[in-house]
């Protein structure tokens, strides 16, 4: 029997064709899965997928219509992608993204303060790193454990030119081991010093449930107590010890099992400037609250910028028994400019005041590139450095004219193929701090939303797709390299944690079995990257990489609370010092009235030939 086939027996497999196609080819939509701001500018990434988007509402209603732009090649992740506008959707709520009649994703959050609730994360995860003292689950619900490392007799290793013991307790846990580092807490502690200092009033009542300190407010309270362990790392002479660790990193164990011998190790250069500079910055922040503990912190400052004066070149290097954390610092005149800034800042003393290299090129801060600190305090501190100040200010908003720019296109982001290194996401992080201290000063918006897009970055709008910090969004990361996240037994990692992040260096690839496999090959810059534990080079955590996070959503949520650094000019505040264009009921000239307008994918008004944005601010 000869088989029949007619027109309508094709249209099921054709249809069946078309669906997989449209499957095959379906975009996809790279968001921050925590929030976007209802005042804030907004965008998406997008990858491949043809046609205009709809954001619908959680009633199925279509509330807005977007043109992706321009599709533009991001080499980090070898991709071309196209961002998108969204910035007029403005109410709260969770959406949906379509694209062709097909749903992309339907988590994106409108929020009235997006940021506020993982900057407190960010900052109480300082509370879980504590030395010393037990976790009470009062404070620390699910994560609540024994007090580690309580015994705060340290030896001193032959490497500080000494011997005996000290006294030394408290302080933070360096990263996924538990070492304590005083080069590596002195950016940590000077970032979260300056939130507190640039936003004073609003930090005062910024609370997330950590034990009190007297009457200091919370971020203060935390401050502390990494303070105070710094201060115990300094000798008689002035100098300051280098770390205080265990000869060898400890096994996957909980503090309270890491029992064994603690040294005091080394001594240098880079620890006495880096502890001279937190000292200071810690005078001028506790002098309100606590006047004998702030003169203690600035005399401390003063006799490790002595010593470091009459040591200047004492590199530290991991004696050959050492196999903790070397934080090595072969140039060490940045260190030295970071604190005599500070300390002038603090005393007035010309003796102490740095003069300003404008050629100097790296200025973005990262632990042995302390440089950009000094510009900060120079260029937030116009009245005591006069050109220096003028100097700084140049220096910044030169590179932050270049980070603009590049977070104008590809992913939206500042980054470049050469910062995926080892702690990318702190490079992204400490971009985005830079890029608000130029806004600072300059009030332009274009600096406000490029930091924020370092936040959007940092929070899933990535080509990986992740939230990269620990309990928040809808995919993050989930097997850190943190020993007590592994040890506890407790299935979600400790939240607030900023992992590493992407970079193709592999150093933690092999075959043993605390090691990787390979997880690089095939992978660019942007993407190589894996969440397990054994991956100390992409997926560790670090109080360096979770500080400038913490700053970045900390300002961003102080900053739309209506608050603003002292030094700032006019307007930076959001909310209540927004410019507000009145609209003239009578017009003499059709130009000189206020009309609603749309260009570049960016809603306006425009009045007397000058453009607002929906909040009133000036635009650019």
Same mark, same amino acid.
């Given at each position: 029997?000869?088989?029949?086939?007619?027109?309508?027996?094709?249209?099921?497999?054709?249809?069946?064709?078309?669906?997989?196609?449209?499957?095959?080819?379906?975009?996809?939509?790279?968001?921050?899965?925590?929030?976007?701001?209802?005042?804030?500018?907004?965008?998406?990434?997008?990858? %491949?997928?043809?046609?205009?988007?709809?954001?619908?509402? @959680? +009633? &199925?209603? =279509?509330?807005?219509? !977007? *043109?992706?732009?321009?599709?533009?090649?991001?080499?980090?992740?070898?991709?071309?992608?196209?961002?998108?506008?969204?910035?007029?959707?403005?109410?709260?709520?969770?959406?949906?993204?379509?694209?062709?009649?097909?749903?992309?994703?339907?988590?994106?959050?409108?929020?009235?303060?997006?940021?506020?609730?993982?900057?407190?994360?960010?900052?109480?995860?300082?509370?879980?790193?504590?030395?010393?003292?037990?976790? %009470?689950?009062?404070?620390?619900?699910?994560?609540?454990? @024994? +007090? &580690?490392? =309580?015994?705060?007799? !340290? *030896?001193?290793?032959?490497?500080?030119?000494?011997?005996?013991?000290?006294?030394?307790?408290?302080?933070?846990?360096?990263?996924?081991?538990?070492?304590?580092?005083?080069?590596?807490?002195?950016?940590?502690?000077?970032?979260?010093?300056?939130?507190?200092?640039?936003?004073?009033?609003?930090?005062?009542?910024?609370?997330?449930?950590?034990?009190?300190?007297?009457?200091?407010?919370?971020?203060?309270?935390?401050?502390?107590?990494?303070?105070?362990?710094?201060?115990?790392?300094? +000798?008689?002479?002035?100098?300051?010890?280098?770390?205080?660790?265990?000869?060898?990193?400890?096994?996957?164990?909980?503090?309270?099992?890491?029992?064994?011998?603690?040294?005091?190790?080394?001594?240098?250069?880079?620890?006495?400037?880096?502890?001279?500079?937190?000292?200071?910055?810690?005078?001028?922040?506790?002098?309100?609250?606590?006047?004998?503990?702030?003169?203690?912190?600035?005399?401390?400052?003063?006799?490790?910028?002595?010593?470091?004066?009459?040591?200047?070149?004492?590199?530290?290097?991991?004696?050959?028994?050492?196999?903790?954390?070397?934080?090595?610092?072969?140039?060490?005149?940045?260190?030295?400019?970071?604190?005599?800034?500070?300390?002038?800042?603090?005393?007035?003393?010309?003796?102490?005041?740095?003069?300003?290299?404008?050629?100097?090129?790296?200025?973005?801060?990262?632990?042995?590139?302390?440089?950009?600190?000094?510009?900060?305090?120079?260029?937030?501190?116009?009245?005591?450095?006069?050109?220096?100040?003028?100097?700084?200010?140049?220096?910044?908003?030169?590179?932050?004219?270049?980070?603009?720019?590049?977070?104008?296109?590809?992913?939206?982001?500042?980054?470049?193929?050469?910062?995926?290194?080892?702690?990318?996401?702190?490079?992204?992080?400490?971009?985005?701090?830079?890029?608000?201290?130029?806004?600072?000063?300059?009030?332009?918006?274009?600096?406000?939303?490029?930091?924020?897009?370092?936040?959007?970055?940092?929070?899933?709008?990535?080509?990986?797709?992740?939230?990269?910090?620990?309990?928040?969004?809808?995919?993050?990361?989930?097997?850190?390299?943190?020993?007590?996240?592994?040890?506890?037994?407790?299935?979600?990692?400790?939240?607030?944690?900023?992992?590493?992040?992407?970079?193709?260096?592999?150093?933690?690839?092999?075959?043993?079995?605390?090691?990787?496999?390979?997880?690089?090959?095939?992978?660019?810059?942007?993407?190589?990257?894996?969440?397990?534990?054994?991956?100390?080079?992409?997926?560790?955590?670090?109080?360096?990489?979770?500080?400038?996070?913490?700053?970045?959503?900390?300002?961003?949520?102080?900053?739309?609370?209506?608050?603003?650094?002292?030094?700032?000019?006019?307007?930076?505040?959001?909310?209540?010092?927004?410019?507000?264009?009145?609209?003239?009921?009578?017009?003499?000239?059709?130009?000189?009235?206020?009309?609603?307008?749309?260009?570049?994918?960016?809603?306006?008004?425009?009045?007397?030939?000058?453009?607002?944005?929906?909040?009133?601010?000036?635009?650019?």
């Amino acid at each position: 029997m000869k088989a029949s086939f007619g027109l309508k027996q094709y249209i099921p497999l054709a249809a069946t064709v078309l669906s997989l196609a449209t499957a095959a080819t379906a975009a996809t939509a790279y968001i921050n899965q925590v929030g976007y701001r209802t005042t804030d500018p907004k965008e998406f990434t997008l990858f %491949e997928g043809s046609g205009d988007i709809e954001i619908v509402d @959680a +009633a &199925g209603q =279509t509330v807005l219509q !977007a *043109t992706p732009k321009a599709a533009s090649r991001w080499n980090p992740s070898g991709q071309d992608v196209q961002l998108v506008d969204f910035s007029a959707l403005t109410v709260p709520g969770t959406y949906s993204i379509k694209q062709g009649g097909q749903v992309l994703r339907s988590d994106l959050v409108i929020a009235e303060k997006p940021f506020e609730n993982v900057a407190k994360a960010a900052l109480k995860w300082y509370y879980y790193q504590r030395a010393s003292m037990e976790l %009470e689950e009062q404070y620390a619900g699910q994560w609540k454990r @024994a +007090a &580690g490392h =309580t015994n705060s007799t !340290a *030896t001193l290793h032959s490497s500080t030119g000494a011997s005996g013991t000290i006294e030394s307790s408290k302080g933070w846990y360096d990263a996924g081991d538990y070492g304590r580092y005083i080069v590596n807490s002195g950016i940590t502690t000077y970032t979260l010093l300056s939130l507190y200092e640039h936003f004073p009033e609003y930090f005062k009542t910024f609370k997330w449930n950590i034990p009190a300190d007297g009457t200091l407010p919370d971020l203060l309270a935390e401050i502390k107590y990494n303070l105070d362990w710094m201060l115990t790392m300094q +000798a008689e002479d002035g100098g300051v010890y280098h770390k205080l660790t265990t000869l060898q990193f400890p096994g996957d164990v909980m503090p309270a099992k890491d029992t064994e011998k603690l040294y005091v190790i080394g001594k240098g250069t880079a620890a006495a400037f880096d502890f001279a500079a937190v000292m200071a910055t810690a005078y001028r922040v506790y002098k309100p609250f606590d006047s004998a503990y702030a003169t203690k912190c600035l005399e401390a400052a003063k006799k490790a910028y002595a010593w470091g004066a009459q040591n200047p070149e004492k590199a530290f290097n991991n004696p050959m028994d050492v196999g903790t954390g070397s934080y090595s610092d072969g140039k060490l005149d940045d260190e030295k400019v970071f604190a005599g800034m500070e300390l002038f800042i603090s005393t007035g003393d010309a003796s102490y005041k740095p003069t300003l290299n404008p050629n100097e090129t790296s200025i973005v801060p990262a632990w042995p590139e302390v440089y950009g600190l000094a510009v900060y305090g120079a260029a937030t501190h116009a009245t005591e450095l006069g050109a220096e100040a003028a100097t700084a200010k140049k220096m910044l908003t030169d590179y932050a004219n270049e980070f603009a720019y590049e977070a104008s296109k590809g992913f939206g982001v500042v980054m470049s193929q050469d910062d995926f290194v080892w702690g990318s996401n702190a490079v992204a992080g400490n971009q985005g701090v830079f890029l608000l201290h130029a806004y600072y000063i300059t009030g332009e918006q274009k600096y406000y939303e490029a930091a924020k897009k370092v936040v959007d970055y940092l929070l899933g709008k990535n080509p990986l797709d992740m939230s990269f910090l620990t309990g928040f969004g809808t995919k993050s990361a989930k097997l850190p390299h943190h020993r007590p996240s592994t040890a506890d037994k407790v299935t979600d990692p400790v939240p607030g944690m900023i992992v590493g992040g992407p970079q193709p260096g592999g150093e933690d690839i092999g075959s043993k079995s605390w090691e990787c496999k390979d997880y690089t090959s095939g992978k660019k810059p942007a993407t190589a990257y894996i969440d397990d534990r054994c991956s100390y080079a992409t997926n560790e955590v670090a109080i360096n990489w979770n500080a400038p996070f913490a700053y970045l959503v900390g300002a961003m949520e102080a900053l739309n609370a209506g608050y603003a650094p002292s030094f700032a000019v006019e307007g930076v505040a959001k909310g209540t010092s927004a410019i507000k264009p009145s609209v003239s009921r009578i017009r003499k000239n059709a130009n000189d009235g206020v009309r609603l307008r749309f260009a570049d994918q960016k809603v306006f008004i425009e009045k007397s030939g000058k453009r607002f944005d929906l909040k009133g601010h000036r635009m650019k």
